[in-house]
Structures are given as structure tokens and as C-alpha cells.
């Protein structure tokens, strides 16, 4: 199987997802600029109103392959995606750093969650609502928010797209998003049969080191 690390890394999501109960962490302050899409706010507000969610994914690289597997979110910040069983790989966020763990190779890998476009659904310090514009989403009903921050190009994009559910959480629905890293790769994620409120044990974000104990 093609498995290259530049595919099944998230620049994420996340969006991110998370995705997005992450993102329910990042505080929205009172901005002077000029006055924001109200769908900014809504959007916000809807991923604040995450405590925990389970959905499917399907995750596909700019040449078009794809893979699925199980995102599991639970706030303060922790993330989870497990890829389908012929993929060794695990992709976590404990809320301070995504860690990729390959199996196959033995292999662990850390980033701060600030560098990644997902650091807009999962750290907690960065505003979002103040690098977000509104775009024009393909699903009737929806909208995308796009969020990118001119004085950190190192993080990276993250375009979320939202449609108007009345049975999630403030109404708004996260369907999935697409993140750009600093490299130019372009990953997309889609989300399907969400689940909001479950219970979700803390131990959902641990995960089995493959290294030998002398190189960790």
C-alpha cells in the first residue's frame, strides 16, 4: 500500500477537526476592526458547544487518494484519529502537541499544535474568530471559514465547512475541512455520522509507544 507520512500527516483536522470541540477552547475577544460575517460567530459558538464527538472521516491528499477511519474529540484539546486497520498509523493530540505514532516503522513524531492548521481547532490561545473570513460552501445549506494568520504563515490554513443542523450543537454542524501546511500540502477531511455527548474516557488519547525503550 502507498503509504507516504506527507499523506497521513494532518496539517490537522484535525481541522479540524478537528476538530472540533478543540476549537471550543479558543477564546473570541472584542475586536475594534470592522464588524465580522455573523456566521463567524456562529460557527464559534456551535464548536464551543462541543464537549465530545465521534464521527467518521475520510481523508484524501491533493493527488487524490484516500483513506477513512474514526475521529474521536473530547475537550480540553484531545483529538484522536485512527485510520482503518491496514494503516499502522495513529494520529493524537493530548492538547499541547499532535503526535504521529507509525507502527510499522517504529517511528514517532511530535509537533506543536501552534505549527499545524489545526492549531486553529486545538490550541486554546489563539483567536480564531480574528483570522477568519467567510467563503461560499458547494453544500446547500453551508458555509466554509476560512482561517489564516498573516503574521504566522508557518501555521498554515484551515478552511472549515459548516451546515445548518438542528440537532447538533448550536445548530451548526462541523461536515469536515481542509487544511494547508506551511510545505503546501493539502489534506481534506470529511465528516459522517456524527455523534455529539458520548462518553469519552480519558484513555481514548493514550497511545503505545513502538520504540525501543532506549530511544525514547
Request: aromatic share 6%; proline share 8%; glycine share 6%.
Amino acid at each position: 500500500m502507498n503509504r507516504p507520512m506527507k499523506f497521513l500527516r494532518i496539517a490537522i483536522a484535525c481541522a479540524a477537526i478537528a476538530v472540533p470541540g478543540a476549537a471550543s477552547l479558543i477564546p473570541v475577544e472584542a475586536l475594534a476592526a470592522p464588524a465580522r460575517a455573523p456566521e463567524i460567530d456562529q460557527a464559534v459558538a456551535a464548536l464551543r458547544a462541543i464537549a465530545t464527538l465521534r464521527a467518521d472521516f475520510v481523508q484524501t491528499d491533493r493527488n487524490g487518494q484516500t483513506i477513512s477511519g474514526v475521529m474521536t474529540l473530547k475537550r480540553p484539546g484531545r483529538i484522536r484519529f485512527q485510520y482503518q486497520k491496514d494503516v499502522p498509523l495513529l494520529i493524537v493530540s493530548d492538547g499541547r502537541a499532535l503526535t504521529v505514532i507509525d507502527y510499522e516503522v517504529a517511528q514517532v513524531q511530535r509537533w506543536p499544535i501552534r505549527n499545524s492548521p489545526l492549531g486553529a481547532l486545538l490550541d486554546p490561545n489563539r483567536d480564531v474568530a480574528a483570522f477568519a473570513h467567510l467563503l461560499p460552501s458547494a453544500l446547500a445549506g453551508g458555509f466554509s471559514v476560512e482561517i489564516r494568520d498573516p503574521k504566522h504563515p508557518e501555521y498554515g490554513v484551515i478552511t472549515m465547512t459548516f451546515v445548518h443542523k438542528a440537532s447538533a450543537p448550536g445548530g451548526l454542524e462541523l461536515a469536515g475541512w481542509v487544511s494547508l501546511d506551511s510545505q503546501n500540502k493539502r489534506t481534506a477531511i470529511r465528516l459522517s455520522n456524527q455523534k455529539y455527548g458520548i462518553a469519552v474516557p480519558d484513555s481514548t488519547f493514550q497511545w503505545r509507544d513502538p520504540r525501543p525503550a532506549v530511544h525514547r
